[in-house]
């Protein structure tokens, strides 16, 4: 691990004279949804402000899907919305441009002065490894330090290279200000020179065909047989997922660029939560609606969790309920649902209703 050639004791200190110290812990707030947005795109820069408190996080985009020709005013946008917005409970976040480009010093250079007391986190696409976070980490904290800023800045990388993924763990410890990462379906399938032509989601050439069916135990090959399309994405996510628990930071599924497939997007955001992710990206906003929906635990799974909990007493032995057992691995499982909807419903209050109204029976 990096952090090893650096004392444990010193990891936690600032990397700049006067910068804020990193945090112990990144604070678990609800990002069901980082709806992504152009700030140089002045209809869609004048949305954003009705928009905050409808989504958890509103993310000013200045990488891909900004043309060259629109860096700057997309830089500029951006300072200028955070400078005249409140954002009251919504997160702010940006993605800056890809570290090799021209345009990313003068992005961090700009925004962390300008508007660094408003950005809760930076995301750094098309990491590689560690390297990476350590020079954007000490950036950071010069430019913190001479901003006089009080909190820091959290990191999120973008999981979008092979590299990348081969380096997942050293990559999510490489800083205490990492907050999380993102599955980048488009880019990591064009670097992994994958043969799929589509922004994130299944593919139908990806499936397992059922075994044909055998006369006298003769196999026919001519007999028609079901096919089962299987996800391109299980096992990057997997990767992410086991990557940041293990590290304590935030695992996020990324974006699904068919926006009129809101079936198969749901299918995506819903297996990754499965996983163990806490959110995904939003490229439209009929796609928030489907995150928050499918981030928030459902009605039914609380309930249930609720009455395991109230049935396990003091957490240890085993009970029966409807003829399961329930013992402590359960019960754990059961507690990770409880404090998402607890977090949840601090900042929903359409979801705090339907949760209150659930009667627990043990
Ligand atoms: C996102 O940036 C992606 O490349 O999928
Ligand atoms: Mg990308």
């Known amino acids: 691990m990096t952090a090893a050639s650096r004392s444990p004791k010193d990891f936690f200190r600032p990397l700049a004279v006067g910068a804020p110290t990193p945090l112990r812990e990144i604070p678990a707030r609800p990002s069901r949804a980082i709806h992504f947005f152009d700030p140089s795109n002045p209809k869609m820069a004048a949305k954003v402000p009705d928009m905050v408190g409808t989504v958890d996080v509103l993310l000013g985009n200045l990488e891909d899907a900004i043309k060259a020709d629109n860096k700057e005013a997309a830089r500029e946008g951006l300072v200028e919305i955070a400078q005249e917005t409140d954002f009251g409970p919504t997160q702010l976040w940006t993605r800056i441009n890809a570290l090799d480009s021209p345009w990313v010093l003068d992005d961090l250079t700009t925004l962390v002065p300008a508007i660094g007391d408003k950005l809760d986190v930076i995301m750094v696409p098309k990491v590689q490894g560690a390297e990476d976070i350590h020079y954007v980490d000490r950036l950071l904290a010069q430019l913190e330090a001479k901003a006089g800023l009080e909190k820091p800045i959290l990191v999120h990388a973008i999981l979008e290279t092979a590299r990348g993924v081969a380096n997942v763990e050293e990559i999510c410890g490489a800083s205490p200000r990492m907050q999380g990462l993102s599955l980048g379906p488009a880019d990591l399938a064009a670097d992994r020179r994958m043969k799929t032509t589509r922004v994130g989601g299944g593919h139908p050439g990806y499936l397992v065909r059922e075994d044909p069916p055998r006369i006298d135990g003769v196999?026919?090959?001519?007999?028609?047989?079901?096919?089962?399309?299987?996800?391109?994405?299980?096992?990057t996510i997997a990767r992410m997922v086991d990557a940041c628990a293990m590290h304590g930071i935030y695992p996020y599924y990324g974006p699904f660029g068919d926006i009129s497939d809101t079936?198969?997007?749901?299918?995506?955001?819903?297996?990754?939560?499965?996983?163990?992710?806490?959110?995904?990206?939003?490229?439209?906003?009929?796609?928030?609606?489907?995150?928050n929906r499918v981030f928030s635990p459902s009605v039914e799974d609380v309930a249930h969790a609720r009455r395991v909990v109230a049935a396990m007493g003091d957490g240890t032995g085993a009970v029966m309920l409807d003829g399961k057992m329930e013992d402590d691995a359960s019960l754990k499982q059961c507690l990770v649902m409880v404090e998402l909807a607890e977090q949840l419903a601090a900042v929903d209050p359409e979801l705090k209703q339907q949760y209150d109204a659930i009667e627990t029976e043990a």
Do not use: M
Request: charged content about 15%; glycine content about 4%; hydrophobic content about 40%.
């Open 219 to 235: 196999a026919n090959l001519e007999a028609s047989r079901a096919t089962y399309q299987q996800d391109l994405w299980h096992y």
């Open 263 to 291: 079936t198969a997007c749901e299918d995506q955001f819903r297996n990754a939560f499965l996983l163990g992710c806490v959110g995904t990206w939003s490229l439209h906003p009929k796609q928030i609606a489907i995150a």
